[in-house]
Nanobody, 121 residues
Framework: QVQLVESGGGLVQAGGSLRLSCAAS????????MGWYRQAPGKQRELVST???????KYADSVKGRFTISRDNAKNTVYLQMKSLEPEDTADYYC???????????????WGPGTQVTVSS
């Protein structure tokens, strides 16, 4: 099994910044894509950003230009640098990793328990 643990969430005023971290541990042969998703109260979970093993990233239109995703493969960690935060960014943020346990095995999806981000106006 692969465990993901997010950190860095909290309360921040609009216009402020936060950096989220997600560290993966457990039986890991290779981590392919990693990403961040969020779920606001009463809404479905949505994609925020993804980054592949080569460092190529994608962003939801709502966060493009404000959020930056990065990863440290040696630490099995993915980051989400959030700036110019808006109240609409308030949500529980979840880390995701597509990973393989063993060479040649199929890749599986793993999720962290989430970290809360609250942006006040």
């Amino acid at each position: 099994q692969v465990q993901l643990v997010e950190s860095g969430g909290g309360l921040v005023q609009a216009g402020g910044s936060l950096r989220l971290s997600c560290a993966a541990s457990g039986r890991i042969f290779r981590i392919n894509d990693m990403g961040w998703y969020r779920q606001a109260p009463g809404k479905q979970r949505e994609l925020v950003s993804t980054i592949n093993s080569g460092g190529n990233s994608k962003y939801a239109d709502s966060v493009k230009g404000r959020f930056t995703i990065s990863r440290d493969n040696a630490k099995n960690t993915v980051y989400l640098q959030m700036k110019s935060l808006e109240p609409e960014d308030t949500a529980d943020y979840y880390c995701n990793a597509n990973a393989q346990h063993f060479p040649g095995s199929r890749a599986l999806e793993f999720w962290g328990p989430g970290t809360q981000v609250t942006v006040s106006s």
